[in-house]
């Protein structure tokens, strides 16, 4: 069997805090693959930006071992790159292209003309070639997570991190969004590793999705081929209406 990109194997992740240890995830397992678009799916608090900040090398597991390409993951990388949902992840006093270019010059160290070529091609490929010169807070947000997405892509990493990166975008901006990250895998076909508790978010994004309980950290169900599924026939309304019951299936029993 071929080795994964990404291996979770077991992962429990907690956070100390004054008098109390949170358990933000138990055990968890899973496996990401080369061009996948692997979603995190689960309502709020059920721990999956804690399980993508240990991904990025932010977090350290108290159990189990996270490896990309079979290397253990210890600390952050160059061959991770996150996205956030925070508009301010942006460094306000550079423009677009200074904030694609920054992370090339100093984690990948290129040259400033090597550096320039990149990012101005991966700005072209989000389409803000005309904002290259700008700053951050000329921005609207959809442009801005769209540099951020930029400035990712242009590192070239083994997998990007992408934590709810729509979720404060209006709805029209988001579908945008959406569909431009869809287009820009077609192109590319990096391999992404999205987190979302949006259930038509992860059914568009995603060709597979790990449910993850409301109980932090348990694993539900993992659905795969979910690009099999049409947006037109019915099948993706099949679809969302089967995870939300196996998400929502034993609270909805308690509740009876
Ligand atoms: N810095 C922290 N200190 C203490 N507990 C935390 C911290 N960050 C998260 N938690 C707790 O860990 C659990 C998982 O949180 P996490 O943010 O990973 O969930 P999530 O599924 O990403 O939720 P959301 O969609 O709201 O961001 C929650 O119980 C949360 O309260």
């Not at 608090?45 to 804690?50: L, Y």
């Not at 029209?172 to 508790?197: A, I, M, P, S, Y």
């Not at 790990?210 to 019915?234: C, F, N, Y």
Request: hydrophobic content about 40%; some cysteine; glycine content about 8%.
């Amino acid at each position: 069997m071929t080795q994964p990109l990404l291996d979770v194997s077991g992962v429990t992740l907690r956070y100390k805090t004054p008098g109390v240890l949170v358990t933000a995830t138990e055990r968890v397992s899973f496996q990401v693959n080369t061009s996948d678009r692997f979603v995190l799916l689960g309502p709020s608090g059920c721990g999956k930006s804690t399980l993508l900040k240990a991904v990025g090398g932010y977090l350290t597991p108290s159990e189990g071992a996270i490896t990309i390409k079979g290397r253990k993951v210890t600390e952050p990388g160059a061959d991770r790159m996150m996205v956030f949902q925070e508009f301010d992840q942006l460094l306000p006093w550079r423009t677009v292209l200074e904030n694609v270019m920054f992370p090339l010059q100093v984690a990948r160290r290129l040259g400033r003309k090597e550096a320039e070529t990149k990012a101005r091609h991966y700005i072209d490929k989000v389409g803000l070639t005309r904002a290259v010169n700008s700053y951050p807070h000329t921005l609207s947000g959809g442009m801005k997570q769209r540099v951020a997405i930029a400035r990712g892509m242009a590192m070239e990493p083994d997998i990007l991190l992408m934590d709810e990166p729509f979720a404060a975008l209006d709805a029209l901006t988001r579908r945008t969004c959406q569909d431009e990250l869809l287009q820009l895998w077609e192109e590319t076909k990096f391999t992404v590793l999205f987190v979302t508790h949006s259930i038509a978010e992860a059914i568009k994004i995603g060709n597979r999705i790990l449910l993850l309980s409301p109980h932090p950290g348990r694993v539900k169900a993992e659905v795969v081929d979910v690009d099999k599924v049409s947006p037109t026939d019915g099948t993706a309304g099949q679809l969302e209406k089967k995870i939300h019951e196996l998400l929502f299936a034993d609270e909805a029993a308690h509740a009876e």
